[in-house]
């Protein structure tokens, strides 16, 4: 059987991320961004090998883009896609693992989209798109909220009254799973150890950060809630805050829940905090230059994170090893360095030659003799969505 293809297809409200991904190629035939679809500025990027090309497409929706991306990925693919892989944020309690979509499972998909308004209608929209132009191919659904799904029910549940739970669907939840599964999978096999006997915790840290506790290949607790605004400081996302603050807003300056929704998922964060940016870039290189926006919104950061792990710790029966992914975990020695500061009652010493080493896609192992592991593993959840569709295939 010659190695098979599969189109990897995430879809925002305005935007279209996709991949092609060849299960023998370690990087991926085609890869690129829809973006600004709906409106007059809309745009096609992508990457033919080691090509980028453009193309502007006014005025298309997701449909009208896919029909751009199909001869692409038909060529890309030598003429022969095997199946389509969707990312779907929420699958709330109905999904515990990645499905091929028939009619039950898009009626339950739609069901969860109160639990992520902004995110399960745009996957819709991509999974109906595709359908119509890819009629004849298995399209499988893959969530981030699935691989948490193994927590116990004294990590996801909130101290609220049980009829917000049963009949509301209030719990936590937990994102990036794909994430979180793909890279405690790899640190296994990058130290030899089985995934089925060891125990990670994982640190995500992108636009979206969060922790993860994995044990024996399941998560076991995350710091992300019932939706991705809890947890861990991120880059417009204050994560977590005092419950009340929402009242306090309301009675001091009267703001309305969407003023406060706003100012919490899209001005907070290192943004909120330093003043400046939401990007971790920008922040390192205004910390040197006594930036203090930028020093506080980086410490503040490496605590929140360190605090967070420390928690995550209790999840864990043994520690195998701590690991750092996302464009921060992977590219940021200093961010490396100073959380592990704030952890010194795990023994964790860095090499900080190592660490330096580990940037733009170099993963590996950074601690110093003596300490426990520190692993640098960069993520792919394109490659993760795949596996998880070449699996049901199979099926
Ligand atoms: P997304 O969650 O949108 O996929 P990424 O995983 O690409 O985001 O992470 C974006 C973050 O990674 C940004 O804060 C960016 O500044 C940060 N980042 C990327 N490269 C570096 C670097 N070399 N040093 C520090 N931060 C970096």
């Not at 991320?17 to 992508?46: C, D, I």
């Not at 699958?91 to 339950?108: M, N, P, Q, R």
């Not at 549940?157 to 209030?170: D, G, I, M, S, T």
Request: one cysteine or more; glycine letters at 10%.
């Amino acid at each position: 059987m010659s190695a098979r293809n599969i189109l990897v297809i995430n879809c925002g409200s305005s935007s279209i991320k996709f991949a092609l991904v060849n299960e023998a190629q370690a990087t991926f035939p085609l890869q690129g961004l829809a973006e600004r679809l709906g409106s007059p500025e809309a745009v096609l990027h992508w990457q033919l090998g080691d090509e980028k090309q453009s193309l502007e497409i006014p005025g298309a929706a997701h449909l009208a883009a896919l029909e751009q991306l199909l001869p692409l990925a038909q060529e890309a693919a030598g003429g022969k896609i095997d199946g389509i892989g969707h990312r779907v944020v929420h699958g709330g309690e109905h999904f515990t693992g990645s499905c091929l979509i028939t009619d039950e499972v898009l009626a339950a998909i739609r069901a969860n989209a109160q639990l992520a308004p902004l995110h399960n209608p745009a996957n819709l929209i991509g999974i109906d798109a595709a359908f119509a132009l890819f009629a004849e191919l298995p399209q499988v659904a893959v969530f981030d909220t699935a691989f948490h799904q193994t927590m116990p029910e004294h990590a996801y549940r909130y101290a609220v009254p049980e009829f917000l739970y049963k009949e509301h669907n209030v719990r936590r939840y937990g994102f990036h799973g794909t994430s979180h599964h793909f890279v405690s999978k790899r640190a296994a096999e990058m130290t030899n150890l089985p995934v089925e006997d060891s125990c990670w915790l994982t640190a995500h840290l992108g636009n979206g950060c969060s922790t993860c506790a994995v044990v024996n290949g399941e998560s076991r607790d995350t710091s992300m809630g019932m939706t991705p605004l809890e947890g861990l400081v991120m880059g417009t996302r204050s994560g977590d805050v005092d419950p009340n603050l929402h009242s306090y807003l309301h009675r001091t300056l009267g703001w309305s829940l969407e003023q406060i929704d706003r100012m919490l998922n899209h001005d907070s964060g290192l943004k909120g905090l330093s003043g400046l940016s939401n990007d971790m870039r920008t922040l390192y290189e205004a910390r040197i230059s006594g930036h203090p926006g930028a020093m506080l919104a980086f410490e503040v950061f490496c605590y929140r994170l360190a605090k967070s792990l420390a928690g995550m710790a209790c999840a864990l029966p043994k520690l195998d090893g701590l690991i750092f992914t996302g464009g921060i975990g992977e590219n940021s020695s200093a961010v490396r360095s100073r959380t592990l500061e704030h952890l010194k009652l795990f023994n964790f010493k860095l090499d900080e030659q190592a660490n330096a080493r580990c940037t733009r896609g170099v993963g590996g192992e950074i601690q110093a003799a003596g300490s426990p592991r520190v692993l640098v593993v960069p993520t792919n959840e394109e490659r993760q969505i795949a596996l998880d569709t070449l699996a049901l295939l199979d099926v």
